[in-house]
């Protein structure tokens, strides 16, 4: 009934995983539904698979929720409790959400990548400021403003998906365009803030890193993603 994980990768052991209350809970789609080795789905999960491939769900959408308890210091007390869920639709529960469910798995990798180099922009603009203290705040920071406007577009563009009446490179094209756009938006903003010290720069080695130099090596990144994406997928 909920999420497994694999403390040693040489043994087949799984244990439950903790829900992180940090962390958005269609960031787990993969271990979720992904059927593939090394992979172990919660057992409700699996119980829905064998009912949609009997014909037992008759509804358009399942809504897949999870609960968790949030503990203090050595698990002693509970500080806080904590629930997410995502709506999918229920063919992708059969065997014909097998293709859909490895390319939405690439389609987050990838949403990892652009929130990465939304970090690494941040971290750069404060590097090129003279911030040397704020640089891992500032990344972390960036990247989990990445994932907050990741997440009602693709909550909303996940419950559209058909998988019987939908394109499949068609609609994972379109998720690319929507990300794409989140993400070079959030770096424009950055640079907007990053001030008059970032764009005069500061010398790193040999280099001079400035605000202009540190957005042309995110929108490098952010192109090389989507091409490796284009490339893989054919």
């Known amino acids: 009934m909920t999420l497994w994980r694999k403390p040693d ?47 037992f769900i008759k509804s358009r959408y399942v809504q897949v929720c999870a609960a968790s308890v949030q503990y203090g210091d050595k698990d ?39 929130a990465n180099a939304l970090g690494y922009l941040a971290s750069d603009i404060a590097k090129a400021s003279g911030d040397s203290n704020g640089v891992a705040s500032k990344r972390k920071n960036a990247k989990e403003e990445a994932y907050y406007h990741f ?48 764009f005069a720069g500061r010398s790193d080695g040999n280099l001079i890193l400035t605000s202009s130099t540190a957005q042309i090596k995110f929108k490098k990144a952010i192109v090389k993603i989507i091409q490796k994406n284009k490339a893989e997928t054919g």
């Open 9 to 55: 990768e040489k043994k087949e052991e799984y244990i439950p995983k903790r829900h992180d209350a940090s962390r958005q809970f269609w960031r787990d789609f993969t271990p979720l539904f992904a059927r593939a080795e090394g992979v172990r789905p919660p057992g409700i999960i699996h119980w829905l698979n064998t009912l949609r491939n009997r014909d």
């Open 76 to 114: 002693f007390f509970v500080n806080d409790t904590w629930e997410d869920s995502i709506y999918i639709n229920s063919d992708m529960l059969s065997n014909l959400g097998d293709n859909w469910i490895n390319r939405i798995t690439e389609l987050l990798q990838k949403a990892d990548s652009m």
């Open 151 to 198: 997440d009602v577009p693709f909550r909303a563009w996940l419950a559209g998906i058909s998988p019987i009446s939908d394109d499949i490179d068609k609609t994972c094209d379109a998720w690319d365009n929507i990300a794409k756009g989140i993400i070079l938006r959030l770096g424009d903003e950055l640079i907007l803030q990053a001030g008059t010290y970032a």
